[in-house]
């Protein structure tokens, strides 16, 4: 069946760095992934779209790229903040539907 | 840019009692809304997809009698909670696919915390 995953393992990191997130999946070959940004009791955010033509996208600070043959997708931010501070999801649509599976997310901690 | 509401933000009720949460699409008109269900720590889980004028399509294992999804207009869908005990409290959270400015993404509601005691 189709996995995703993420490191569920809090990434803690200083202000001003690089924060880098993982999304790894199985048993699949989306047409595009999504990363989602979700604070503390809220509906997630939408962030970045990226299709499998595409190698990297970039949003500002933001910065996604996306392996089809490592089934991989990475997600930066650079110059990070505390405001950064979040949980960070990555989705993919199941095959030829808009239903998507979410990974179960990277916390992230900007420490000022 | 498309925005989601979700009324209540939080609802605490006793076992045994229904529930309904409603969500709307304030901008934008929704053809499809989405379901979802998080449990702490966990990943949102589709419970159903929405579907206006139609019956919602449920995800295997969700129980479609006990989960009443009603898509009353292009802008509104609830969900209803019923007979809801212990196990239902979670988060719950609806999205909305604004075809108007692209067909994948979702915009998700603030989410609603469900507790029963």
């Known amino acids: 069946s189709q996995k995703i995953e993420q490191n569920s393992e809090a990434l803690n990191i200083q202000e001003g760095k690089t924060a880098t997130l993982t999304c790894n999946y199985t048993n699949y070959s989306p047409a595009y992934l999504q990363w989602y940004r979700q604070d503390p009791g809220r509906g997630p955010v939408f962030l970045l779209l990226i299709r499998e033509n595409e190698k990297e996208k970039r949003k500002e600070r933001l910065k996604v790229t996306f392996d089809t043959t490592l089934k991989q997708s990475l997600f930066h931010i650079t110059a990070s903040q505390p405001a950064d501070s979040a949980t960070y999801l990555c989705?993919?649509?199941?095959?030829?539907?808009?239903?998507?599976?979410f990974g179960t997310g990277t916390r992230l901690k900007v420490l000022a | 840019g498309a925005v989601v509401s979700q009324h209540p933000s939080w609802v605490i009720c006793k076992s045994g009692t229904s529930v309904k949460i409603e969500c709307r699409s304030l901008d934008f008109q929704a053809t499809t809304m989405f379901w979802y269900r998080q449990f702490p720590k966990q990943s949102l889980m589709l419970m159903a997809t929405s579907n206006e004028g139609s019956k919602a399509t449920y995800e295997q294992g969700v129980e479609k009698d006990k989960f009443l999804i009603n898509h009353a207009s292009l802008t509104l869908s609830t969900l209803t909670v019923t007979s809801a005990h212990p196990e239902d409290s979670s988060f719950y959270i609806c999205?909305?696919?604004?075809?108007?400015?692209?067909?994948?993404?979702?915009?998700f509601g603030p989410g609603t915390r469900l507790l029963v005691l």
């Open positions: 989705a993919l649509p199941t095959s030829g539907t808009y239903k998507y599976i």
């Open positions: 999205s909305a696919r604004d075809p108007g400015t692209s067909q994948e993404t979702q915009y």
